[in-house]
């Protein structure tokens, strides 16, 4: 199964059912204007959860299970808090 691979422009959430945390985050972006993609996750689980789980390790550098999984232009930022973090800190700057 190929996986997509994490935008090189906007962010990318990927996502799974149920997810309150995958909900917030994209609330998040969206009310701070952010363009994103969101990648359900639901399908890679079911057929490959696995070889999901690795490719993300290989995104990212390090074993990485919850959800969501956020990137920014390709870089692994973490979940919804690291992402909040980040958001907030670049309006302090802005």
């Known amino acids: 199964m190929e996986f997509e691979a ?11 059912s149920g997810c309150t945390y ?3 985050v994209k609330k ?3 009310e701070k204007g952010y363009a994103f993609d969101m990648i359900d996750c639901d399908e890679y689980l079911l057929e490959d959860k696995e070889g999901f789980l690795k490719f993300i390790e290989e995104k990212t550098g390090k074993e990485y299970k919850t959800f969501p999984m956020v990137f920014r232009a390709g870089y692994f930022i973490g979940g919804f808090m ?9 309006e302090v700057f802005n």
């Open 28 to 30: 998040l972006l969206q």
């Open 6 to 16: 994490p935008s090189e422009t906007v962010y990318t959430i990927y996502s799974k």
């Open 82 to 90: 690291e992402t909040k973090k980040l958001i907030d800190v670049e």
């Open 22 to 24: 995958c909900t917030k």
